[in-house]
């Protein structure tokens, strides 16, 4: 049951990294504003994981619509350590080429403990909130509403 979950979760994460990588190609294709946001979303993933694609750098440099304009050696800056705005080549620069799909797995999975703590630690606060409420509500029924 967990290894299906969790394979679910991965497919998600897919299937949201996909989306927004191809509105990223598409934005860099049309160079159509609607877009920006995708392009912004995707670079700050790639640069704050250290990533470069939803697979690796072949996101890019596998796709049509990007070799068309940019040839299959340049990916976005943000798949890159050492370049800040544009493009960089993957021949050439420090690329990540580990896929964000994977960075994102792995670090849902070393902080499982975290997340899951931190879970339960909401749920406990909850539970005693209702606690609290009931206990309230039982004096107000047994002692009557008074008015000070």
Known sequence: AVVSTQSTGNEQVEIAL????????????TGNEEYEDSK????????????CGVHG?????????????????LVPA????????GYCNSTTAAVNDVGCLDKVADTLSDNVGLI?????????IQIIGVCLG?????????????EV
């Open 57 to 73: 750098i072949e996101t890019y440099t596998d796709n049509t619509t990007w070799v068309k304009k940019h040839g299959d050696e």
């Open 40 to 51: 912004e979303v995707v670079d700050k993933i790639q640069d704050a994981l250290k990533c």
């Open 116 to 124: 899951v703590g931190i879970s339960l630690g909401f749920i406990l």
């Open 18 to 29: 996909d989306a927004k990588t191809d509105e990223y190609i598409n934005y860099d294709k």
């Open 78 to 85: 943000s798949c890159c350590d050492d370049v800040e705005t």
């Open 134 to 146: 009931c206990v309230l509500c039982q004096r107000i029924a047994r002692d009557g509403y008074k």
